[in-house]
């Protein structure tokens, strides 16, 4: 299930991932970070080789939909539908 929260980008330029997130992340771990333009995906530099292909067709998925909606083109749907929807991916 997807799980969405917010940070804030301090004055370094540090990010503090929300506890709920860094759920099986470990201290000191390597992370891997793939930007396209303002979209930031962070995922464990351990996993990359495993699930990078993965990862890369989510991007493209992301980018796909993000150019839908700034055309107009989405779809309005309650929260119950969208639930439905989600679990069809």
Do not use: C, H
Request: net charge negative; aromatic share 6%.
């Amino acid at each position: 299930m997807v799980e969405i929260d917010i940070t804030r980008l301090s004055s370094k330029g540090q990010i503090v991932i929300p506890a709920n997130m860094r759920k099986g992340f470990l201290e000191g771990e390597k992370i891997l970070i793939i930007r396209d333009k303002n979209i930031l995906i962070l995922k464990k530099a351990s996993e990359m080789d495993e699930q990078f292909k993965d990862d890369l067709e989510f991007a493209r998925r992301t980018e796909e939909a993000r150019k839908r909606i700034e055309a107009g083109e989405y779809i309005s749907m309650d929260s119950k539908n969208l639930a439905e929807e989600m679990m069809k991916w």
